[in-house]
């Protein structure tokens, strides 16, 4: 009986389950497109397989990367993420860090300036965002919020002694605010890093065709009885962080490459 239990999916016993992905045998069909949701994104960044022993060299913004976690106060925050255009599916946070992880192209490799948002969808009074920088670091990070507040506050008055203190409140990653933070990275110049010691998911496009075996993307969700089970995934043999998952659904995906479309399991 437990073997027909871990086969559909229920992993009640402390472990490493090997999922397997077989290419399916099928001639070509027009498939309907069937609009879904864009995924959430994956909640924590995945490290490097191998441990570096020399000390890393610090990081400039050309790095292909952003990085960041979130946390709520109540552990009932609703967000949402938009980067690359992209916008995820509503995410709710927890007490403890939730981590982020995007690719952004070469945009900022050609000295391009790049943004990207994060909306707080549901404040109350106690429910408040706080968001870390990972990478870039914050203070390469310009945060506002670009609504009736940002005016009324005086948040871009070039005297200081005149904004509120909110601005600063903002700047410096609390969202205590329901709305749309606006998150721009400046590039600098100087030799691009070593590769970043974290693997971004690809982001889901908005309207996504019914699924096929030779597509490049394998999605999943995962959740807890509790919500305080912790899993790790390993895809293409780079092992994520650990994540502690939530009684409702968590929704990932991973870019596998052509793996598939070569025939290969």
Known sequence: IRCARVREGTFAWRGTYKLKATLAQVTATTSV?????????????????????????????????????????????LIRTTVNGVTSAV???????????????????????????ITFENDNGPR???????YPPLESLSISLP???????NCDDLDAEKQNDRC???????????????????????PAPMPAPIAAPTPAPTLAPAPEFTSRVIRFSLRGDEG????????????????????????????????LEKGEE
């Open 33 to 77: 497109p069937t609009p879904a949701l864009t995924l959430a994104p994956t909640p924590a960044p995945t490290p490097a397989p191998t441990l570096a022993l020399a000390p890393a060299p610090t990081p400039d913004l050309r790095s292909r990367a952003i990085r960041f976690s979130l946390r709520g106060d109540t552990g009932r925050e």
């Open 91 to 117: 995410v709710r946070l927890t007490t403890s860090e939730m981590e982020f992880s995007y690719d952004i192209g070469d945009s900022r490799d050609k000295g391009e300036e790049f943004e990207f948002f």
């Open 128 to 134: 408040d965002v706080h968001f870390v920088a990972m």
């Open 147 to 153: 609504d009736r507040h940002w005016s009324r506050w």
């Open 168 to 190: 600063a409140m903002v700047r410096s990653g609390t969202f205590a605010w329901k709305g749309t933070y606006k998150l721009k990275v400046t590039p600098t110049s100087g």
């Open 228 to 259: 305080t089970e912790k899993i790790r995934t390993t895809v293409n043999g780079v092992t994520s962080a650990a994540v502690t998952l939530t009684t409702s659904e968590m929704e990932f995906s991973y870019d596998i490459g052509d793996s």
